[in-house]
């Protein structure tokens, strides 16, 4: 007779902290669909006490998978929400090769470091004089504005501003040149 195998518990350490105005959610190790839940807790947190100014660094992510895309698309849409930002440290291929393959890269702010991206969220509120109110300058780092950098080299990665929601299909602009472009999941009429 066999023993049913227990899972391994997740190995992922996630550690809550405070820098200036800003709050940190600092990660290491796997962030996959069995250890996400504590994450997703502790940006909820953050993002509820206020200022909605959140850095994620996930420099010391050994894995990457979906939900930790979802994690961070949602954390960037409440803190917009709510007049703050998201600012992502990754500097490794486990967490950048999905970004960018999924082009999340052209929507959040990666950063190299977490002094570069406590950087960039300390001038949302110099500029405003609050991190809730006042809108972000063209160019920001906040703004999805185009920006040149990379991890490599310290800037944000941004590829451009988007409108619309690329995820659920809706209309997008093309960073690079600006243009309109299509979804390009073909729609399928019922009746047809």
């Known amino acids: 007779m066999t023993e049913p195998i227990e899972p391994p518990p997740f190995d992922l350490d996630v550690r809550v902290g405070r820098a200036g105005d800003a709050h940190v959610v600092a990660l290491s190790g796997e962030l996959d669909v069995d250890s996400a839940p504590p994450v997703h807790a502790a940006v909820d947190d953050a993002l509820r006490a206020g200022p909605p100014l959140l850095v994620l660094d996930l420099s010391e992510v050994v894995f990457f998978g979906s939900p930790g895309l979802s994690l961070l698309l949602g954390a960037h849409e409440r803190a917009l929400g709510a007049g703050g930002a998201v600012a992502v440290v990754a500097d490794r291929r486990p967490v950048l090769r999905p970004l960018e393959v999924t082009g999340v890269t052209a929507v959040l702010d990666i950063y190299a470091s977490r002094a570069e991206a406590l950087d960039a969220l300390g001038s949302v509120v110099q500029r405003t004089g609050s991190p809730a109110t006042g809108s972000p300058a063209p160019g920001d780092a906040t703004t999805g504005s185009p920006a040149t950098g990379s991890?490599?080299?310290?800037?944000?990665?941004?590829?451009?501003?988007?409108?619309?929601?690329?995820?659920?299909?809706?209309?997008?602009?093309?960073?690079?040149?600006?243009?309109?472009?299509?979804?390009?999941?073909?729609?399928?009429?019922p009746n047809a």
């Open 151 to 189: 991890p490599a080299t310290g800037g944000p990665t941004t590829g451009g501003p988007t409108t619309g929601d690329a995820t659920t299909g809706g209309p997008t602009t093309d960073p690079a040149t600006g243009s309109p472009t299509t979804d390009p999941t073909p729609t399928t009429d």
